[in-house]
C-alpha cells in the first residue's frame, strides 16, 4: 500500500535536515587541520605534483567527483582505484603527491592497506574521514574531518549525510583554493570548453552584441526628433550618442529619457539630444565576457548595455532582451 502524500514529505524533509544538521556540524568544526591541509596542497601543487584521491563504494563516488572539481579549476588531480592500486595502478603516483584517502569509519580494509605503499612512494597521506580516532586518521600526515550526528537512512546503514558532508567539505577547500590562487572566468573558461557551460564561459560580448543597422548612434548634437527616428529604425530601446568628431561615447538616449523630455515642453522634439542624454551610461568593452554582461544587467538593472572598444566609440549593443536566447540566463 502506497504511504500517504503527507507521510512522505514528512520523511523526505526529515532527511533533508539530518543532511543539513551534519553540514552544520562540519562547518563548526573546521580549524587548524583544515588550514594545514590547505596549505599542503598549495605546496603539492606549486612543485607540480598532483592530488590523488582515492576510496571504496560511495566513497569511491565522492572522490571522482573531487578530482572533477579540482581538475576544472586547474589543480592536477587523479582517482586511484583503492583495489587495483595493489596491481600496479601505483603507477600514477609519484614522489611529492598528496592523496585523499577517504573512509567515512576510517576503518576501510583497501583503504588502509594505502597508508605504508603510497608512504615508500613519498606521498603525503590525507585522512579524509568522519572518524577522527579511526585508524586512517591516526597514521594519516593531515586529517580532513567531517562531523555526521547521524546518517539520513532510517536504518542508519546507508551512506547520505556522511557523503553529503564529506563532498561539502572537499568543495570547500577548492573554493578556498581557487580563490586564493586568483583564478579568473577566463581562467575557468579554459577548462571548460564544450558543452552549454563551456559556450556560456567563452562567450565574448562582441559575440552577442547587435551591431550595423541595429545599432542606433548619432551625433549628440542632433536633435531629439532625430535621435527618435533613428532608434525606431533600429528597433531599439535605446541609442548611443557621440562626440560630433572624435566619434567617443557621450551619453544615451532611453526610452525613458525619452519619456521624460516629453515634459519639458511642447519644442521637446526640437532640442539638442544632448539636453535630455544620460551622460555616463552603464558600458562595457567589446573584449569582456558575456556573462560580465549578463552580470552588470543584474546588479544595475538596466534593459541596454553600450558596447565600447579601446577607443572609447560605441561598436555594439546588448539588449537585455537577447541574453535568453543566447542561453546565457
Do not use: W
Amino acid at each position: 500500500m502506497a504511504s500517504a502524500s503527507k507521510t512522505v514529505l514528512t520523511q523526505a524533509r526529515a532527511c533533508i535536515k539530518l543532511e543539513q544538521a551534519a553540514l552544520a556540524a562540519t562547518a563548526r568544526a573546521l580549524g587548524r587541520e583544515f588550514v594545514d591541509v590547505a596549505r599542503a596542497v598549495e605546496t603539492a601543487t606549486a612543485a607540480g605534483a598532483r592530488l590523488i584521491f582515492s576510496g571504496v563504494g560511495k566513497s569511491a563516488h565522492i572522490a571522482q567527483k573531487l578530482v572533477g572539481t579540482f581538475n576544472s579549476t586547474g589543480v592536477a588531480s587523479g582517482f586511484l582505484d583503492a583495489t587495483q592500486a595493489l596491481h600496479g595502478d601505483l603507477g600514477v603516483c609519484a614522489e611529492g603527491d598528496l592523496a585523499f584517502l577517504l573512509s567515512n569509519s576510517g576503518q576501510t580494509e583497501e583503504v588502509l592497506r594505502l597508508v605504508p605503499v603510497l608512504r615508500r612512494f613519498g606521498v603525503r597521506i590525507v585522512a579524509f574521514t568522519g572518524s577522527p580516532d579511526s585508524d586512517l586518521a591516526k597514521n594519516a600526515d593531515l586529517r580532513l574531518l567531517y562531523r555526521v550526528p547521524r546518517e539520513a537512512c532510517p536504518l542508519e546503514l546507508a551512506p547520505t549525510a556522511s557523503t553529503t558532508a564529506a563532498l561539502a567539505l572537499g568543495d570547500a577547500l577548492a573554493m578556498v583554493l581557487l580563490k586564493a590562487r586568483g583564478l579568473t572566468r577566463d581562467d575557468f573558461a579554459k577548462f571548460h570548453p564544450a558543452g552549454n557551460l563551456g559556450r556560456v564561459l567563452l562567450l565574448r560580448v562582441r559575440d552577442i552584441m547587435r551591431t550595423g543597422d541595429r545599432l542606433p548612434v548619432a551625433a549628440d548634437t542632433v536633435t531629439t526628433q532625430d535621435a527618435i527616428l533613428a532608434m525606431t529604425k533600429a528597433r531599439s530601446g535605446s541609442i548611443a550618442l557621440v562626440h560630433p568628431r572624435t566619434r567617443k561615447l557621450t551619453g544615451i538616449l532611453t526610452d525613458g529619457d525619452f519619456r521624460r523630455s516629453a515634459l519639458s515642453g511642447p519644442d521637446f522634439l526640437q532640442k539638442p539630444v544632448a539636453t535630455f542624454m544620460t551622460r555616463t551610461p552603464r558600458t562595457i568593452l567589446e573584449t569582456a565576457l558575456g556573462v560580465d554582461a549578463l552580470r552588470m544587467f543584474e546588479q544595475h538593472k538596466i534593459d541596454d548595455l553600450i558596447v565600447l572598444n579601446a577607443r572609447g566609440q560605441p561598436v555594439g549593443l546588448v539588449d537585455g532582451q537577447d541574453l535568453p536566447k543566447l542561453k546565457i540566463v
